[in-house]
């Protein structure tokens, strides 16, 4: 009755004293065999760690908090398998923990990542189809579902990702883009998700981390990649950790809140004060968001072991890395070069928010630009940000002149130089803190035509905003609610359901089926993923290019003149060659390359030569 006694105050003891554990479990045969585990529980501190004979404690460590104990082992040689922690308190053991490390799947560190064979597709789950009303609101978390406040939660969750795949192939997309799923417990706006609470749980009003699994695997099955939305920069102000800090400085201090000076420019400017950098990198977004400090080891320990979980865990095949560009840029390079050390071919696209060329370039691994200065942020991809700003006006300039009209397009290309890699930058007309393309060109096809032929046919990997491919609107002037409004038929009851062939409507079927095709086309070109691109000076606002490779050409010619043009062929003879003819592949007609070609205004070619 004793021994009974005893074994259930330890077991309660075990219950009560370890709250946490991060990461829950790991996995055998890593690159980096260190890994450093974190209990938290009530002064458990207090405790003297040990763990079972056959594995190595490398380091402990306490903080000013008894709250936590971060506890550093050897993984080198160690198969899958359980062993035991045990916590110690003048040398009688009070409780014990069993940790797992489980078998990776067969070749997950060669995984292949996206690259520019892909078309991204970025949605904003809430707001894309609800297929399960069941979790619309949890009782442990703050906000509850009202989809009558255009900022508040809307109930899209994994399973409405899940149920409409068929959807997005069908469309063309080969790479998922969801901004974040883990928690986020704000009290209003968690939609969004950049605020998160809780960076090893998917948001319960999403699914589980067991349906996150499954959408991964669906994809799989699909061929198509899933793409997690990382936040390195900071969390949210209800994330646990906050409300009971593991050290002072796990966030920055001002003491508190100070809000970001959002000058990135400060990161790389040699003549930048040391309190213009200090704010940039250290600075808050909103008070809601407090800013996680990876100059702390332990938090960059911690971020970087999270992200690898993730990976392995949900068999991911990249990351978008959000605010890239407002992190301690030492620190961030160190993240990024940890989780591609563990995956050679991983692709992670940052957010640079920026409008020069050679600033964002500065952000790309092995830049040219950041080269001057000897730094490398060993990110493979960053955003085209200058490319999205002349998407925003340049289709109503209908009169070209020096600095107005396609030469717009044209110059963002002319610059590629500056660029390490500038396939592998990510191209889009709009995302989800942008205005909506089809508001600001009030929804006129023919311009949306031009811009999405250009998405498709430049170099880099394209992305498209949920609801772009059926005239989805917005007005960000409205607020960002406008911008990410519910995909019609995503709800039960919805009017308009444009998930199905049969629910759209004539103008959302124009919109979709000419974006379809384009990128179903675009699936299986090679020449497009990957060709050389050659373009020429617009003339009369009008912008030929050429992607080229060994075996294949293709011509595209933009009209952005509100007249019809007629183009002189001879100019192009260096692509053209000796083809006498292309089949444009939106209408099939075949145009014979050897006469001029006449283009109504404000439309497009793209031939396939032969």
Same mark, same amino acid.
């Given at each position: 009755?004793?021994?009974?006694?005893?074994?259930?105050?330890?077991?309660?003891?075990?219950?009560?004293?370890?709250?946490?554990?991060?990461?829950?479990?790991?996995?055998?045969?890593?690159?980096?065999?260190?890994?450093?585990?974190?209990?938290?529980?009530?002064?458990?501190?207090?405790?003297?760690?040990?763990?079972?004979?056959?594995?190595?404690?490398?380091?402990?460590?306490?903080?000013?908090?008894?709250?936590?104990?971060?506890?550093?082992?050897?993984?080198?040689?160690?198969?899958?398998?359980?062993?035991?922690?045990?916590?110690?308190?003048?040398?009688?053991?009070?409780?014990?923990?069993?940790?797992?490390?489980?078998?990776?799947?067969?070749?997950?560190?060669?995984?292949?990542?996206?690259?520019?064979?892909?078309?991204?597709?970025?949605?904003?789950?809430?707001?894309?189809?609800?297929?399960?009303?069941?979790?619309?609101?949890?009782?442990?978390?703050?906000?509850?579902?009202?989809?009558?406040?255009?900022?508040?939660?809307?109930?899209?969750?994994?399973?409405?990702?899940?149920?409409?795949?068929?959807?997005?192939?069908?469309?063309?997309?080969?790479?998922?883009?969801?901004?974040?799923?883990?928690?986020?417990?704000?009290?209003?706006?968690?939609?969004?998700?950049?605020?998160?609470?809780?960076?090893?749980?998917?948001?319960?009003?999403?699914?589980?981390?067991?349906?996150?699994?499954?959408? @991964? +695997?669906?994809? %799989?099955?699909?061929?198509?990649?899933? =793409?997690?939305? &990382?936040?390195? /920069?900071?969390?949210?102000?209800?994330?646990?950790?906050?409300?009971?800090?593991?050290?002072?400085?796990?966030?920055?201090?001002?003491?508190?809140?100070?809000?970001?000076?959002?000058?990135?420019?400060?990161?790389?400017?040699?003549?930048?004060?040391?309190?213009?950098?200090?704010?940039?990198?250290?600075?808050?977004?909103?008070?809601?968001?407090?800013?996680?400090?990876?100059?702390?080891?332990?938090?960059?320990?911690?971020?970087?072991?999270?992200?690898?979980?993730?990976?392995?865990?949900?068999?991911?095949?990249?990351?978008?890395?959000?605010?890239?560009?407002?992190?301690?840029?030492?620190?961030?390079?160190?993240?990024?070069?940890?989780?591609?050390?563990?995956?050679?071919?991983?692709?992670?696209?940052?957010?640079?928010?920026?409008?020069?060329?050679?600033?964002? @370039? +500065?952000?790309? %691994?092995?830049?040219?630009?950041?080269? =001057?200065?000897? &730094?490398?942020? /060993?990110?493979?991809?960053?955003?085209?940000?200058?490319?999205?700003?002349?998407?925003?006006?340049?289709?109503?300039?209908?009169?070209?002149?020096?600095?107005?009209?396609?030469?717009?397009?044209?110059?963002?290309?002319?610059?590629?130089?500056?660029?390490?890699?500038?396939?592998?930058?990510?191209?889009?007309?709009?995302?989800?803190?942008?205005?909506?393309?089809?508001?600001?060109?009030?929804?006129?096809?023919?311009?949306?035509?031009?811009?999405?032929?250009?998405?498709?046919?430049?170099?880099?990997?394209?992305?498209?905003?949920?609801?772009?491919?059926?005239?989805?609107?917005?007005?960000?002037?409205?607020?960002?609610?406008?911008?990410?409004?519910?995909?019609?038929?995503?709800?039960?009851?919805?009017?308009?359901?444009?998930?199905?062939?049969?629910?759209?409507?004539?103008?959302?079927? %124009?919109?979709?089926?000419?974006?379809?095709?384009?990128?179903?086309?675009?699936?299986?070109?090679?020449?497009?993923?990957?060709?050389?691109?050659?373009?020429?000076?617009?003339?009369?606002?009008?912008?030929?290019?050429?992607?080229?490779?060994?075996?294949?050409?293709?011509?595209?010619?933009?009209?952005?003149?509100?007249?019809?043009?007629?183009?002189?062929?001879?100019?192009?003879?260096?692509?053209?060659?000796?083809?006498?003819?292309?089949?444009?592949?939106?209408?099939?007609?075949?145009?014979?390359?050897?006469?001029?070609?006449?283009?109504?205004?404000?439309?497009?070619?793209?031939?396939?030569?032969?």
């Amino acid at each position: 009755m004793k021994n009974i006694i005893l074994f259930l105050l330890i077991s309660f003891s075990s219950f009560a004293q370890i709250e946490r554990m991060e990461p829950p479990f790991w996995y055998a045969g890593m690159h980096n065999p260190e890994l450093q585990i974190m209990f938290y529980g009530k002064n458990i501190g207090q405790y003297q760690a040990s763990v079972s004979d056959n594995v190595v404690i490398k380091n402990v460590t306490k903080t000013e908090n008894p709250n936590y104990i971060f506890i550093t082992i050897d993984t080198q040689n160690l198969p899958a398998s359980e062993f035991t922690f045990s916590f110690k308190n003048k040398n009688k053991v009070a409780f014990t923990k069993k940790y797992a490390l489980k078998a990776r799947r067969v070749n997950s560190a060669e995984r292949k990542s996206f690259d520019s064979s892909d078309m991204m597709y970025l949605i904003m789950p809430d707001r894309f189809s609800n297929g399960n009303p069941k979790n619309d609101s949890n009782a442990e978390l703050n906000e509850k579902a009202d989809r009558s406040l255009p900022g508040g939660r809307h109930g899209g969750d994994i399973q409405g990702i899940v149920n409409h795949l068929d959807y997005l192939q069908e469309l063309g997309v080969t790479a998922l883009w969801s901004t974040p799923l883990c928690e986020d417990n704000d009290k209003g706006y968690s939609y969004h998700t950049y605020g998160q609470s809780d960076v090893y749980r998917i948001d319960p009003r999403y699914g589980t981390n067991e349906e996150y699994v499954h959408l @991964s +695997y669906e994809m %799989k099955k699909r061929g198509m990649k899933l =793409i997690k939305d &990382y936040v390195t /920069n900071h969390w949210g102000a209800e994330h646990w950790m906050f409300k009971d800090l593991p050290t002072y400085d796990w966030f920055h201090q001002f003491p508190g809140f100070a809000q970001s000076n959002y000058r990135m420019e400060t990161q790389f400017d040699t003549n930048a004060s040391a309190i213009d950098a200090k704010y940039c990198m250290d600075g808050w977004f909103v008070p809601s968001m407090p800013d996680l400090n990876q100059s702390n080891p332990l938090v960059l320990n911690y971020i970087t072991q999270n992200a690898i979980w993730w990976i392995e865990y949900a068999d991911l095949d990249g990351f978008r890395v959000d605010t890239y560009s407002y992190n301690d840029k030492v620190a961030i390079a160190k993240w990024t070069k940890a989780i591609t050390n563990e995956y050679p071919y991983f692709n992670i696209v940052a957010e640079v928010w920026m409008h020069d060329k050679a600033q964002i @370039s +500065y952000w790309q %691994k092995d830049s040219p630009i950041s080269a =001057i200065q000897s &730094y490398n942020s /060993n990110v493979p991809s960053v955003m085209d940000f200058t490319l999205h700003d002349a998407f925003g006006n340049v289709f109503n300039e209908d009169n070209a002149s020096w600095n107005d009209g396609m030469i717009k397009i044209y110059n963002n290309f002319t610059n590629d130089f500056l660029y390490a890699n500038p396939n592998n930058l990510l191209t889009f007309v709009e995302n989800h803190d942008t205005g909506r393309f089809n508001e600001m060109y009030k929804n006129d096809f023919k311009k949306y035509q031009m811009a999405i032929t250009i998405l498709a046919t430049v170099r880099g990997i394209p992305q498209l905003y949920y609801g772009s491919e059926i005239g989805m609107a917005g007005d960000k002037g409205k607020g960002d609610a406008d911008i990410r409004q519910d995909f019609p038929g995503g709800w039960e009851g919805d009017k308009n359901n444009a998930f199905a062939k049969s629910g759209r409507t004539a103008e959302q079927s %124009k919109f979709f089926d000419f974006t379809a095709k384009l990128f179903q086309w675009r699936k299986n070109k090679s020449v497009v993923h990957f060709g050389k691109m050659t373009h020429y000076i617009p003339e009369n606002n009008v912008y030929v290019y050429f992607r080229h490779d060994d075996k294949e050409t293709v011509m595209v010619v933009i009209n952005n003149s509100a007249e019809t043009k007629t183009i002189k062929m001879n100019r192009f003879q260096e692509n053209i060659k000796s083809f006498s003819s292309g089949k444009d592949i939106i209408s099939g007609k075949v145009v014979d390359l050897k006469e001029e070609v006449s283009l109504e205004g404000k439309s497009v070619l793209i031939l396939e030569l032969r």
